[in-house]
């Protein structure tokens, strides 16, 4: 096992911020940020976590501050 080198970003769904990790071997939306917002939205968890994997591996990120 290794330690894989990867960082954190922010994007917005439907204006909820929502932290993706990226790495070397993708990207992948944070369980708590992705539920907080599916609950207000009102949408399905899937739904609103493929899509912030989806911003978050495209670089569509919210700027910092």
Avoid: M
Avoid at 2 to 14: E, F, G, P
Avoid at 32 to 54: C, E, F, I, K, M
């Amino acid at each position: 096992r290794w330690v894989a080198d990867r960082h954190t970003t922010t994007v917005t769904i439907d204006g909820h911020p929502v932290r993706v990790k990226q790495g070397p071997f993708g990207a992948k939306a944070e369980h708590d940020d992705v539920a907080t917002a599916a609950q207000a939205l009102g949408r399905p968890y899937r739904s609103v976590r493929q899509d912030a994997q989806q911003r978050g591996a495209d670089g569509s990120v919210t700027p910092p501050g």
